[in-house]
């Protein structure tokens, strides 16, 4: 799987575009090999020799050799391919990204057992930004997610991006997110509508309730205006620059930790 199958005379008569593809090919199998197999100290250094050859013949310098671990190998390998995207034109975007390696998850569940919190979303179009936020309600011990006409766990792009986290995170699917919040309500919980309006109170002076639901909206519009009628709190988060909105994913971030660090000193 690591022997090259050109000849210098051979690779050379290649387009440049051509090389760095060729080249990412043969990268990218042997990484497949490093992350699903123990690879001999002997057998890498030679995967390393015959790589630095490859770069003296598309004049592209040679990184420094990993010289501990697993770990230092898969970043080797793993930057290389990348250099060769960047060197063929081909841009980087998350669909073209290696599949993630996950190092030192913990077996222990939420840090924070006496939170009850939902996140619901509200028509997001990024199944990106839907992984991500996957994996940060995980990270801030958030169990549960409400999809109002949002895809969710199943579809490939969103589990990109959530890195596992979707198999630990209930999801709740719905075409009346508003109905649903309803019904939440009834159930005792705080809704909470994350948004920049008129009266709405900074997230680092909001008293955040033990039990609540926490909506974010559309990328394009924010919350749907049928859907913020449901909201019994309305929250922002402060703005020191000159645009008034974040990402998504990054806003789903800062309000679920700020809300965390409130309960955690509460507690």
């Known amino acids: 799987m690591d022997t090259f199958g050109f000849t210098q005379k051979k690779f050379t008569s290649l387009s440049g575009k051509n090389q760095h593809r060729h080249t990412i090919e043969w990268l990218s199998a042997f990484y497949q090999?490093?992350?699903?197999?123990?690879?001999?100290?002997?057998?890498?250094?030679?995967?390393?020799?015959?790589?630095?050859?490859?770069?003296?013949?598309?004049?592209?310098?040679?990184?420094?050799?990993?010289?501990?671990?697993?770990?230092?190998?898969?970043?080797?390998?793993?930057?290389?391919?990348?250099?060769?995207?960047?060197?063929?034109?081909?841009?980087?975007?998350?669909?073209?990204?290696?599949?993630?390696?996950?190092?030192?998850?913990?077996?222990?569940?939420?840090?924070?057992?006496?939170?009850?919190?939902?996140v619901a979303l509200d028509g997001l179009r990024s199944l990106f930004n839907v992984g991500s936020i996957f994996r940060t309600c995980d990270a801030a011990g958030v169990r549960s997610i409400i999809l109002g006409n949002t895809l969710g766990k199943e579809d490939p792009r969103v589990q990109k991006t959530a890195m596992g986290a979707q198999e630990w995170i209930e999801q709740e699917k719905t075409s009346d997110l508003a109905q649903t919040l309803v019904k939440k309500k009834e159930q005792g919980f705080r809704i909470i509508g994350i948004e920049t309006a008129p009266g709405s109170t900074p997230c680092h002076k909001f008293d955040w309730p033990s039990k609540a639901v926490v909506i974010f909206g559309n990328e394009e519009y924010g919350i749907s205006s049928h859907v913020i009628k449901e909201a019994t709190d309305i929250v922002h988060i402060p703005m020191f620059g000159r645009k008034n909105s974040l990402n998504v994913a990054n806003a789903v971030a800062i309000v679920l930790f700020q809300a965390a660090f409130h309960l955690t000193r509460e507690s």
């Open 33 to 118: 090999k490093l992350v699903t197999n123990r690879i001999e100290q002997t057998a890498f250094d030679n995967f390393c020799s015959r790589y630095e050859a490859i770069l003296k013949w598309t004049n592209l310098p040679s990184p420094l050799r990993p010289v501990q671990g697993t770990r230092e190998q898969i970043e080797y390998v793993s930057n290389a391919i990348q250099v060769h995207r960047l060197a063929s034109g081909a841009p980087l975007r998350d669909d073209t990204l290696l599949e993630p390696v996950t190092f030192r998850d913990r077996t222990i569940g939420p840090q924070l057992p006496n939170i009850h919190y939902q």
